[in-house]
């Protein structure tokens, strides 16, 4: 295996040009640990006058991504480019058909198209690798699919959206409201062009559907994804569930239960003093539990040009070094349709309400619950206005389905004044 | 690739049963992730009679491991016996020697004759992985060798023996001294028969040695590893430290310096905020940082049935999928030998003593620490008795050198009693 492993880079952004800079930097390093050399031979963006930190001139030049992949002198097509169809998946394709293998960062065409590529790409004896795709750095795909080979996967947690952990815990530590410190992550660009693909959970809904593929043996369902977003939570809610002993995060919950593959990326309350609770700033967590390992933690930078060219670095070593795996971990074929089972586990819920202040308020509401077998571990009434009190509820263990009865109910008492606010409490 | 992997097991321990019981109750699972089945052809122990938690009648039995190893019908030797010499190694080499591949949960072994069995094991062409051997089920030697390889790395740091992390904690949240914990420790089986080889750093010494190889590119030499154990460690060191917002941990070390490879196991100081200082009780926990990851951190199960049976899957899941790397990440004839380098790294310490109280004392001190060298940080004076005061003082980054010539001009200066305590402040 002393032949150079040849590699066409698609798209030069951060991303592109980190991974250009460890080939460049670091060649010796990787023929020692590759036991070959690993070069780039040609790449491809949208502009080639470009003022850009690395410098590529050396490289073959191809305006078009698809040409790149189908390049004779390129081995593996490393796709940086984004976006779940377009030139990113066109590349792809062509690569797979002109039997080269492919190592991307892209989470949204293979939420969406995952389960026909792996398909066309073992049917072409290809591999596609996808680490950087998954939470930044954290080698969190390699985790899962080689580590724990050995486990059940019992459930997959995860914050794995940097922007959104930013923005709750700039919300807790500053006493800001959402909107402000929005803005604020914005003016630091660390929104998506379309910000509801961060806020909205869908990019780190994408990752979810790909971890879910590879923990329970399915095939990628993103569309089976519950989504919330993080925009409806308020600076009163961070600072009640504090209180509380709670921190909120934009929480991907993945498990396979009696009823189906649950998959949700939603906010959730976790305890304060648990990994996930601590967790600050941009930096991502994921949580694997399986039958015999029980539990491990996995925290890193979730973007980033270091830390994203340094996953997709892993995987194109792997390539050079021979390790060659099914996509999702087992033979697309043999990856089963999940039945979707939405919040089928059941979990104790945060209840924020706003109760008029007159005699027996509360025991209507707690008799609403009762009446839907919610049963209230602890509730407290706050400081309040003229005849207004906020309320706070934690019930014991309910399903979705009790609690929306129960809220559903709920303005009938004529007690409850404006929408109650119920957050999942995740057990973690 | 349909035909069986056949494993021998030699050792029915507690790890040795946990890999029985996997392979027993997920034979479809792994045969759909390795696209093969796995199964257990033979094992191996010391009793065939013992009772134990899981059925091995169906399997063939060998008194002898080394037989065993070369048994036609086994293809990986599973080594869960233990031992850095005696039948653990013996029955490795024999392995080796017919052709067959070796995962072994072994770290004294490999940390005494790594380099050895590696040469052994790549001219015979079989691999030999050892992801239970560090920090139990944190699959951290497949983070380092696979993940990073794009990294040059800078740093890696651990929690890597439970036991020691078990007692410095249970120290701090139960105000019990050493002695009374070691012994609770000891009545509940967490200690080694020797239990110097946990609270005296040496079981986490040898993972650190397999780790720094790995990440350096060097021949494993453990015994270039600085090791302190936790023995000297006081409660009133644990609550000064706290009280300065820090946790004391045994912690590793391994960097490449400019004057060579440092490799310590020894009590550090860590902020009580950062992961590592927020560790409680017997879980591990690695951070692993490189040039362009920055930092990622691991954290799990160190010990124990399930987990380390888990991380015995992973590398049989592997060799069953082809899945094939030198021991170290690169061929054995490539690891250089480092220069060992002793504390080149400077850091601030945390200095507790015993100051008589008179006038001019502290001033004393502050004299001749200043002689070498060294600037304090900040300086804290207790509560005391009589004539003595405990006096607490953090340095800026000093060299140790500079810190052990201060401590031994210290007795000069007649105003400190007994011999000062120094711990690194290791910044995580």
Request: charged content about 20%.
């Amino acid at each position: 295996m002393s032949d150079p492993l040849r590699l066409g880079i698609a798209g030069l952004g951060t991303v592109g040009q980190g991974i250009v800079r460890i080939v460049q930097t670091h060649a010796a390093l990787l023929e020692a640990r590759a036991g070959r050399p690993v070069i780039i031979t040609a790449v491809s963006a949208r502009s080639r006058t470009k003022n850009r930190e690395v410098d590529v001139s050396d490289y073959a030049w191809e305006d078009d991504p698809v040409a790149l992949a189908a390049r004779g002198d390129v081995d593996v097509l490393v796709e940086v480019i984004g976006g779940d169809n377009g030139p990113a998946k066109d590349a792809t394709e062509a690569a797979i058909r002109a039997g080269k293998d492919v190592v991307t960062a892209n989470k949204a065409m293979l939420a969406h198209h995952g389960q026909a590529l792996a398909e066309l790409a073992e049917d072409a004896g290809c591999v596609i690798r996808f680490e950087a795709a998954v939470a930044g750095g954290i080698p969190v795909i390699k985790a899962l699919t080689e580590s724990l080979a050995g486990n059940e996967i019992r459930r997959v947690i995860g914050v794995m959206n940097g922007t959104c952990n930013y923005i709750l815990t700039r919300m807790e530590s500053a006493g800001l409201p959402y909107e402000e410190v929005f803005e604020e992550a914005n003016k630091l660009g660390y929104l998506e062009a379309d910000p509801n693909l961060d806020v909205g959970g869908i990019d780190a809904g994408h990752k979810l559907a790909l971890l879910s593929a590879i923990a329970f043996g399915t095939q990628v369902d993103f569309d089976a994804v519950e989504l919330e977003g993080i925009g409806s939570i308020t600076i009163e809610d961070i600072r009640h569930a504090a209180d509380m002993g709670f921190k909120i995060k934009l929480l991907g919950v993945a498990q396979m239960t009696g009823r189906g593959l649950e998959q949700r990326m939603t906010p959730c309350l976790v305890p304060g003093t648990s990994p996930l609770g601590q967790l600050q700033g941009g930096t991502n967590m994921v949580v694997l539990e399986g039958d015999s390992i029980e539990q491990i933690v996995l925290r890193g930078p979730g973007a980033g040009m270091g830390p994203t060219a340094s996953a997709v670095m892993g995987d194109v070593m792997d390539i050079a070094r021979g390790l060659r795996l099914p996509t999702f971990g087992q033979p697309a074929a043999t990856l089963k349709k999940a039945r979707a089972a939405r919040a089928a586990v059941a979990a104790p819920y945060y209840l924020r309400m706003q109760l008029l202040d007159k005699p027996g308020a509360l025991a209507k509401v707690a008799s609403v619950l009762g009446d839907a077998g919610i049963s209230i571990d602890r509730m407290r009434q706050y400081d309040h206005g003229e005849d207004i009190a906020p309320v706070l509820i934690v019930t014991h263990k309910t399903t979705r389905s009790a609690l929306d009865e129960a809220i559903a109910a709920l303005p009938a008492t004529r007690v409850v004044q404006s929408e109650p606010v119920a957050i999942r409490i995740e057990a973690v």
